[in-house]
């Protein structure tokens, strides 16, 4: 009963805040700053004397950039602008709907396509193409998304993961996780990058070798607009079956110092940026948070989570050093997160993990330094440096042996030592070549012991110190017949040193523009994976007598997967667009276990544990195929929304090679999201936002509960696994948003309104050792979340 109150504390402060402000304010004509860089989209470089123009305003304002190419366009009202980047030899650009406040100059870098072909006198209607990938290698599956989408549409929480789970093709696991299920394939197949370098699982309590997690280290503070790919991506990317998030962060102002304060459901944050020299442009970039209950239930606040309060907190940062002939970019990710689900001391504490006392804590960490070379205005090097790693640790008491002795004492981690290459070339408006070379050294540790049935001996399921290497190579060719018709091809290749297993992967993409706002789109290629390095170094014990184990799996081959993808995209006139995707996905070299035939690696990954075997084989297969719909109004008069609709099946073979449903084929997902913006007064706006999502439920692994009495321990129906589906996942969401602008500051309140018709979807299914039963868990019911945040 006291979270209502707490947030009825805050609304009241909003409305208070609000009434009890300044009238002068609100009289005042307030003004921000627009300013920024034009550049090529391909090599990055400045484009000197492009016009940049304020559409729709009276005057007309406008100017041109510098031999830097820089603009800067002082004294407008704040509020939404829509703005036109043109330049010969250049295909003109759109944007709509930039947000001007008070607290914060707009300084933005706009990138333009060269044309094939330059016809004077002859006026090129600009393109509204927001649903298109930066990458310009990516043709199909592939769209960028900004930042003010991660915030603006319900139910994200500012989270990046949460906001692509509204992207045709992409369901999540569940409301307590931000996994990325993207056409039923394990969450394992994702690949995270930050500023083009791989990294580990940037969530908070994400598991070692997952990709998701509850709550995510990513700053939406700090991201610029970056690609998510679901199928079919550029050779640039591999060790991934699924598809790739490759985030980036912008740079900080490098003409002033600007501050922000943020407290809500994500974490109590402060963030700072500025120059750090004026002459010489370049920026810093810093923001740290710390977890919002872990404070409150620190002052006695009750959450009703029993002892189970996430303690979290995280860091980033960047820095951005302009050099006379390219740029030094430093940057960095890390968090540090525990809790503790303590059954013995409240049962409200357990989030399905029930007759036990869980302590687990996770820490991950990211460190790098990007160093961009120009030899000339159409060659460039780009070389990368970085140190990553992630830490996980588990102890595990089952209150029903009677023992003080933890049944699971488990402590992984990994340090990655990573160096990457990239060569650019243009050597003309038709043809653009990128080639490079990335390679990884992993210095690994993992202990894992279980206490066998006697209680008396534990066994050692993982115990190994050492090291493995990774390589990659990759070239890709992009050839533009004309501004309408182009194809990207490109090699993929990679070695695992270890086993010396390898891949060869070749990749093609097409894009036809045949009519003008009408495209086809097809992409194929081969994917490979690596599997959890985890995995490599399980081993079994061979001699009971003498402790004797032995190492099964390290002769494991990648993973393979098969893409092919065809697409129809058109826009509807300026404001709308429609997309519809077809693809097909054949999986093999899947790891499966002769003493588990029903297993499949394939279906690992989509919560807190694994199940794991020895002397696991490459011959498991899968499939994937499915229908993608996306129906789009962008932003407009204050206006938008965004309908997705996926229809898929999802299948593989174990070791016994019979046909089952994968854990992840929910078989249907239906996103439907829109908003209004209304402007209040000179100086505020107001924004309401739903989402509503309906898809099918997860499928069920069923509990044997006569096996699990007789063993008094879980046991699972393997045969009947993967049969059925819990009942199909309903949730509405809300979100309302006022900003309220001031002299050199802002504020803005967010109230997220979660589970709006208080729908119970199951959550999960548990064995219950005390009380011998089946215990079935729901989902996060109706649940108000409020965000303050202030910019100055």
Do not use: C
């Not at 959450?303 to 960047?318: H, L």
């Amino acid at each position: 009963m006291k979270k209502p109150i707490l947030n009825k504390a805050f609304l009241t402060g909003l409305i208070l805040t609000v009434l009890l402000s300044p009238a002068s304010a609100h009289s005042q004509d307030l003004t921000q700053t627009f300013r920024g860089r034009i550049l090529d989209a391909y090599t990055e470089l400045p484009l000197p004397g492009a016009t940049v123009v304020i559409l729709g305003g009276d005057p007309l304002r406008g100017t041109t950039t510098n031999i830097n190419g820089e603009f800067r366009i002082d004294g407008l009202p704040l509020g939404r602008i829509n703005i036109q980047v043109s330049m010969i030899g250049y295909q003109p650009a759109v944007i709509n709907n930039l947000l001007l406040r008070s607290g914060r100059e707009l300084v933005m870098d706009i990138a333009l396509e060269e044309q094939v072909y330059v016809m004077e006198d002859v006026m090129v209607r600009p393109e509204i193409r927001k649903d298109q990938a930066i990458n310009e290698m990516a043709v199909v599956s592939a769209r960028s998304f900004t930042i003010d989408e991660t915030e603006r549409y319900a139910g994200s929480l500012g989270d990046p993961s949460r906001m692509a789970a509204n992207f045709a093709g992409v369901t999540s696991v569940s409301d307590q996780r931000n996994d990325i299920v993207i056409r039923g394939n394990s969450p394992l197949g994702l690949l995270w990058r930050l500023e083009g370098v791989e990294i580990p699982n940037p969530n908070h309590f994400g598991s070692i070798g997952t990709t998701g997690g509850p709550i995510s280290m990513l700053n939406i503070n700090h991201l610029n607009n970056s690609d998510f790919y679901t199928g079919a991506f550029p050779a640039e990317y591999g060790n991934a079956l699924a598809g790739a998030f490759d985030i980036r962060m912008r740079n900080g102002n490098n003409q002033r110092h600007e501050f922000m304060g943020q407290a809500g459901f994500n974490g109590f944050e402060l963030g700072a940026e500025g120059p750090l020299s004026k002459n010489s442009q370049a920026s810093y970039m810093a923001n740290f948070r710390y977890s919002t209950m872990e404070v409150l239930h620190a002052v006695g606040m009750d959450f009703g989570t029993g002892t189970a309060i996430p303690q979290y907190k995280d860091f980033s940062f960047k820095a951005n050093i302009p050099l006379e002939s390219g740029r030094i970019s430093v940057f960095g990710l890390g968090g540090d997160n525990s809790i503790a689900m303590l059954e013995s001391q409240d049962k409200d504490s357990q989030y399905g993990f029930t007759g036990l006392d869980l302590y687990n804590s996770n820490r991950m960490g990211v460190i790098g330094v990007n160093h961009i070379y120009y030899i000339s205005d159409d060659i460039r090097f780009t070389n990368r440096l970085a140190v990553s790693g992630i830490e996980s640790t588990a102890d595990i008491y089952d209150l029903s042996l009677n023992t003080d002795s933890e049944q699971i004492k488990e402590s992984l981690g990994e340090v990655k030592y990573t160096f990457s290459s990239k060569y650019s070339h243009r050597f003309n408006s038709r043809n653009y070549l990128n080639a490079g070379l990335v390679y990884d050294f992993y210095d690994v540790s993992y202990t894992g012991m279980e206490l066998d049935t006697s209680g008396e001996q534990y066994i050692n399921y993982l115990d190994n110190t050492g090291n493995m290497g990774f390589g990659r190579t990759f070239i890709e060719w992009q050839h533009r017949f004309s501004d309408e018709l182009s194809v990207n091809s490109g090699l993929h290749s990679s070695m695992l040193f270890m086993n010396n297993s390898y891949a060869v992967e070749p990749r093609i993409g097409l894009k036809w523009e045949f009519s003008e706002g009408q495209s086809v789109n097809l992409g194929a290629g081969l994917h490979s994976q690596t599997q959890m390095k985890a995995v490599y170094f399980s081993q079994r014990l061979t001699d009971t007598l003498n402790l004797t184990y032995e190492k099964t799996n390290q002769h494991l081959d990648l993973s393979r997967s098969i893409h092919l993808v065809g697409g129809y995209d058109r826009l509807l006139g300026e404001e709308h667009r429609l997309k519809l995707e077809v693809y097909y996905q054949k999986l093999y070299n899947i790891p499966v276990a002769w003493r588990r035939p029903e297993f499949s690696l394939m279906n690992q990954g989509g919560g807190y544990s694994f199940h794991l075997y020895d002397n696991m084989e490459n011959s498991g297969t899968g499939e994937n195929k499915g229908i993608e719909l996306t129906l789009e109004k962008f932003l407009n008069q204050g206006f938008y929304y965004l309908v997705t609709a996926s229809l898929f099946d999802a299948g593989y073979r174990g070791y016994d090679g019979v046909w089952r449903n994968s854990a992840f084929n929910n078989n249907f997902v239906i996103n439907a999201l829109s908003g209004y913006e209304w402007g209040v007064g000179r100086n505020s706006l107001l924004s309401v936002d739903l989402k509503m999502v309906y898809a099918g439920g997860h499928r069920k692994l069923p509990i044997d509960e006569e096996q699990s009495l007789a063993d008094n321990s879980l046991r699972y129906k393997w045969s009947e696994a993967y049969n059925e589906r819990f009942p199909d996942y309903f949730r509405l969401n809300g979100r309302i948003t006022f900003r309220l602008n001031r002299n050199s500051f802002d504020h803005e309140w967010g109230l997220d309104l979660q589970n709006m018709t208080n729908r119970e979807n199951i959550f999960i299914q548990n064995w219950d050792n005390n009380k011998k039963e089946v215990a079935t868990y729901y989902q996060m019911g109706f649940m108000p979340m409020m965000t303050y945040r202030i910019y100055f």
